[in-house]
């Protein structure tokens, strides 16, 4: 299996920037599509943007387009969220997760997910 470690959470004011990454340990050696979600209490999980299988490609929602970014990182496995121009909405938990197949928006596409890291934004 594959396992994903979120890091980079906490509490921050509006405006400010947060980075998340995620690390990704055990069966590695294969190619995934990695994806960004968030979860806020009594909410759905939310898509927010993947990074393709090849690293070329993004996506990104609607919703945090302009505001969040997903760099291309030099160490393998792993997958970064920028966060920029943070609001009190962004409170989440964010997870990332890895597809075996391709990138997609739906959370039923990916195989594995990490724990989350909590994200606070005070206004």
């Known amino acids: 299996q594959v396992q994903l470690a979120e890091s980079g959470g906490g509490l921050v004011q509006a405006g400010e920037s947060l980075r998340l990454s995620c690390a990704a340990s055990?069966?590695?050696?294969?190619?995934?599509?990695m994806g960004w979600f968030r979860q806020a209490p009594g909410k759905e999980r939310e898509f927010l943007g993947a990074l393709s299988r090849t690293g070329v490609t993004t996506y990104l929602a609607d919703s945090v387009k302009g505001r969040f970014t997903i760099p291309r990182d030099n160490a393998k496995n792993t997958v970064t969220l920028q966060m920029n121009s943070l609001k009190p909405e962004d409170t989440a938990v964010y997870y990332c997760?890895?597809?075996?197949?391709?990138?997609?928006?739906?959370?039923?596409?990916?195989?594995?997910w990490g724990q989350g890291t909590q994200v606070t934004v005070s206004s």
């Open positions: 055990g069966r590695t050696f294969a190619p995934y599509a």
């Open positions: 997760a890895a597809s075996e197949s391709r990138i997609s928006s739906r959370l039923t596409d990916y195989d594995y």
